[in-house]
């Protein structure tokens, strides 16, 4: 092995002019498809296509319509939705809704289909026709009716008046990416010129078209942000840890090209960008570094021992060479594992992430020299002691060898008590609050929610088993019922029913007789009146949402507000106990609607992550077996690259206590990362034992001295880079980056403590 070693550092020197031109070439061309980059705005990307609840949710959307929405919140600041100035405002709004690129429905109080009965004639008509040139007493009556029509309260308008709203139903092209902007960009618009028009009225724009249009916003916002400031930090660690220009720039280089390479190569796949897939290029900013700082501790520390130049990069070459190629196989397996998530943003982040590293390796291994020989390098005069190299790392190792049993056992006791915390935790998530407040569509949708309706949905549709057979009283009083029990349930803020408009139009021709606000006796009847009711309709305000061609079925909407994951998948199952239990069977259906399927993919991805995580554990044991030629030290390093995940998940759930889609990845992002520091800990170990016949004791001070101090700069470096993904104002990201920090800072702690107390308890036989 160091025979083959020194052969590829030596050719590698020899050629370096020749492979440094080849890099900058397959820079040039793998950065070029970064023209091709795109955003996908659909926040329906991070569904697969094998999703079941979204295969359900496009069934029930193809046989009535999708719900993609603008909502238009609207609080007069007097409080009263009822005045002759508001109503004509919200009047005009209403109208000016229909202008919004691709809108083809609008709902709002001031046209909602108001039904009364004139003699044998069905009379239906706006609620508030004329509002400038209403009555005081017309007023009142019209406050009375919407106060009372429960197809409105907490959806329209609140219980109280005080709050009102419009909600515009979209249908763009086939193409998201473009009508999302093009839309939100035409509503924020409208919404500010209303505001201007009407300082008396506060204006709050939400709804899932803008939801899709955030998406995109966060993963420019991190992009634009987050980068810039990684590469600060990054220059401020290697600049303090280095002290070199020579090695700032030359570490700036070579993770600039990874960032380039990586993002480049996924223009020319065709991978989309999203919310869950743009922190990439920070990622491979920040996993780049570790490669170049090892290199170059190595030639400095070789420079500090009297060494010329040339040889020290010859030498750095071949001691870190196998460590620095097990340490980014490592770390690409870690990350290709993302490919069994359920969510493909996070199979495009792995992919991304993997491409970089895997640059990463080589531009380190075959530019970084080139560069180091070229540029000049100044090392301050040191000991030529070995051991007096870093003298932090020295006295640490001095305490572990001479405290090995205590160390082991305290640390062996802090990883039970962490891992422990791991049963405190709950599969539990809440989609809205994905995004921080700094966002405008977070503080609109809380204040929707606050005074007006719910923003999680779950629809079912409710077959009656046969064409026409919506109109039987048998199906439509199981329908009732259902309505009556779901309507009691806690969070349930409105449910969207047509038993509500059957009861009406029978209210309507019996005389509005309040009695008979009942579901019709007959069969006829029911048919009869429904056709009546649609035949009178305007244009765009069929049914065609709510019944499907044949009337067979029929949509069944609950809304809710403040409601996690695990309350929606729980609230899904009573619903089903009560179909099952209640209705015929051909009624009984699964919850859909996407709600429901963000409530449960956070499941669904750590089941598949977790088995992932396992296959990529034997994979990379197996090669560290292999790697380091000893069964014995493969098994032993398995504590220090496992324990860190679990540890930092245990103190999760010891101060949050909830797991959502952010964290469901974990485990596979940071399982190749933390292998990085215990591959070059038992890297040096081992070659302390075989090439300088070391006994243990000598062999961890070895390690500490030539690997301690780039163990130390590359942490601190995946800490900061991690740590800036927390200050992302899109919650998964942030959270990602902090439990990432947190898993790569034990797992530093692991392996200066644990580990090399762990060596020295078990690693008494002689190495050959």
């Not at 989609?431 to 503080?443: A, T, V």
């Not at 949509?555 to 899904?572: P, Y």
């Not at 239990?581 to 956070?602: E, R």
Request: with cysteine; proline share 4%.
């Amino acid at each position: 092995m160091k025979k083959l070693e020194v052969s590829i550092a030596h050719w590698i020197i020899k050629y370096r002019w020749w492979l440094m031109s080849a890099c900058l070439v397959i820079v040039a061309v793998s950065g070029s498809g970064m023209r091709y980059l795109t955003f996908n705005n659909d926040l329906r990307a991070f569904f697969s296509e094998e999703n079941p609840q979204l295969q359900a949710l496009e069934a029930l959307e193809n046989t009535y319509n999708k719900i993609d929405n603008v909502f238009f919140t609207v609080a007069p600041k007097n409080g009263n939705v009822f005045t002759r100035e508001t109503l004509a405002a919200l009047a005009e709004l209403t109208e000016a809704a229909w202008l919004i690129p691709y809108s083809s429905r609008v709902d709002s109080i001031t046209n909602f289909q108001h039904t009364r009965a004139e003699y044998d004639e069905l009379i239906v008509e706006d609620l508030i026709p004329d509002a400038l040139h209403m009555s005081a007493a017309e007023i009142r009556r019209v406050q009375d009716m919407a106060l009372s029509d429960p197809r409105l309260i907490n959806q329209r308008i609140s219980p109280s008046g005080h709050v009102t709203g419009i909600n515009v139903n979209i249908l763009p092209p086939d193409s998201l990416n473009e009508a999302v902007p093009e839309v939100a960009a035409y509503v924020r618009k409208m919404a500010d010129e209303f505001r201007q028009k009407y300082p008396q009225i506060n204006i709050y724009v939400t709804g899932a078209l803008m939801f899709d249009n955030a998406f995109s916003e966060a993963t420019r916002d991190d992009m634009k942000s987050l980068i810039p400031l990684m590469l600060l930090v990054l220059v401020a660690i290697i600049g303090i840890a280095l002290r070199s220009y020579t090695g700032t720039i030359a570490t700036l280089i070579i993770i600039l090209m990874s960032m380039v390479t990586g993002m480049g190569l996924a223009g020319w796949l065709g991978i989309a960008l999203t919310t869950g897939s743009g922190i990439a290029p920070t990622i491979i900013l920040t996993l780049a570094v570790a490669d170049s700082v090892h290199i170059m501790a190595s030639v400095y520390q070789q420079m500090s021992l009297g060494k010329k130049k040339l040889e020290a990069v010859s030498e750095s070459l071949r001691i870190n060479l196998q460590p620095v190629f097990l340490t980014s196989i490592t770390t690409t397996i870690g990350f290709l594992t993302m490919n069994f998530s359920d969510a493909p943003p996070f199979r495009d982040l792995g992919n991304i992430v993997a491409m970089g590293v895997v640059a990463a390796f080589f531009y380190s291994i075959l530019f970084l020299p080139s560069i180091l020989l070229i540029l000049p390098i100044k090392v301050r005069n040191t000991t030529v002691s070995g051991k007096e190299f870093c003298h932090s790392c020295n006295r640490l190792a001095d305490f572990i060898i001479s405290r090995r049993a205590p160390v082991f056992w305290i640390m062996s006791l802090i990883i039970a008590v962490l891992v422990s915390g791991m049963v405190r935790l709950e599969l539990n998530d809440n989609f809205l609050k994905y995004f921080s407040r700094k966002y405008e569509i977070r503080r609109a949708t809380d204040f929707m929610q606050e005074n007006l309706r719910g923003w999680d949905i779950i629809e079912y549709s409710l077959d009656s088993g046969e064409p026409g057979g919506i109109h039987q009283p048998e199906y439509l009083s199981i329908v009732e019922e259902f309505t009556q029990w779901y309507r009691k349930q806690p969070n349930v803020t409105f449910v969207s029913t047509i038993t509500d408009t059957f009861k009406i139009l029978n209210q309507n021709m019996h005389g509005d007789d309040p009695n008979f606000y009942t579901i019709p006796d007959s069969r006829e009847l029911a048919a009869q009146y429904l056709l009546l009711y649609e035949l009178s309709l305007p244009f765009g305000r069929d049914l065609n949402n709510r019944i499907n061609v044949d009337k067979s079925a029929t949509r069944f909407i609950v809304f809710l507000k403040n409601t996690t994951a695990r309350d929606q998948r729980a609230m899904d199952a009573r619903a089903r106990e009560w179909l099952k239990n209640n209705g015929p069977p051909h009624m009984f259906t699964y919850g859909s609607g996407l709600s429901i399927i963000w409530a449960h993919i956070s499941k669904r991805n750590i089941e598949s992550m977790l088995g992932a995580s396992f296959g990529a554990l034997i994979i990379i044991s197996a090669l560290l077996i292999l790697a380091l030629r000893s069964f014995r030290l493969g098994i032993i390093s398995l504590i220090p690259n496992l324990a860190p995940a679990f540890m930092a998940f245990g103190i999760w759930g010891m101060l949050i206590g909830q797991v959502g889609l952010a964290l469901s990845v974990i485990v596979s992002l940071t399982l190749g990362i933390v292998v990085d520091d215990t591959i070059h800990f038992l890297s040096k170990y081992l070659r302390a034992r075989r090439e300088e016949n070391m006994d243990p004791v000598h062999a961890v001070r070895y390690a500490f001295n030539t690997v301690g101090t780039a163990m130390w700069v590359t942490t601190v470096a995946l800490v900061a880079g991690f740590s800036v993904l927390t200050i992302s104002g899109y919650n998964v990201n942030a959270q990602m980056g902090l439990l990432s920090a947190v898993t790569i800072s034990l797992a530093l702690l692991l392996d200066f403590f644990f580990l090399p107390a762990l060596l020295l308890m078990m690693d008494r036989k002689a190495i050959k």
